[in-house]
T-cell receptor, first 112, second 112 residues
């Protein structure tokens, strides 16, 4: 089965600083990969998804970007964080079709 | 457009039964998922429906009607540990790839 690794678990960053969150996948090849953000007490907002190396679809205009340099690596970045970027960031993967998504443990980002 | 609706909050009594409803409108459809999420944790997979009807898995059952764009999650013999958010999600098949879209979640509180 798939395992999604994410780090760090928590992160506190000042406004205007850069961000890089990394997600790696084990147990499958050529997965679909996703980045979600969840505000406190709210649902999951899809930020980016990728069906392969170098293929990124953005769901909402924002201060963030994503890259997929390798099949099992998905990176979420920002050049300058905003207060509104605070939230719980979840990386997820699946094999498409009838398969469920597997989630990483998440990164709680606080921008001060 | 894409829209997934579910109640924001529900309360039920330990030992009872509760039904959480979900309605969806998506441009494509390739299955509906239910996830459980405890506070501060990543979602965990509960069920998947792609054909109409009821899928039973222990104390949890999930129902789908594709013609009505409707699903429900049924939880029986409620336990205090079932207090969590329950997320309805749909795999939306687009022109280039499929992606999973989540509803805002239903926060379920169990009282003794």
């Amino acid at each position: 089965s798939q395992t999604i690794h994410q780090w760090p678990a928590t992160l506190v960053q000042p406004v205007g600083s850069p961000l890089s969150l990394e997600c790696t996948v084990e147990g499958t090849s050529n997965p679909n990969l996703y980045w979600y953000r969840q505000a406190a007490g709210r649902g999951l907002q899809l930020l980016f998804y990728s069906v392969g190396i170098g293929q990124i679809s953005s769901e909402v205009p924002q201060n963030l970007s994503a890259s997929r340099p390798q099949d099992r690596q998905f990176i979420l970045s920002s050049k300058k964080l905003l207060l509104s970027d605070s939230g719980f960031y979840l990386c997820a993967g699946d094999s498409g079709g009838y398969n469920e998504q597997f989630f990483g443990p998440g990164t709680r980002l606080t921008v001060l | 457009g894409q829209n997934i609706d579910q109640p924001t909050e529900m309360t039920a009594t330990e030992g009872a039964i509760v039904q959480i409803n979900c309605t969806y409108q998506t441009s494509g459809f390739n299955g509906l998922f239910w996830y459980q999420q405890h506070a501060g944790e990543a979602p965990t997979f509960l069920s998947y429906n792609v054909l109409d009807g009821l899928e039973e898995k222990g104390r949890f059952s999930s129902f789908l009607s594709r013609s009505k764009g409707y699903s429900y999650l049924l939880l029986k013999e409620l336990q205090m540990k079932d207090s969590a958010s329950y997320l309805c999600a749909v795999r939306d098949v687009g022109s280039s790839a499929s992606k999973i879209i989540f509803g805002s979640g239903t926060r379920l509180s169990i009282r003794p």
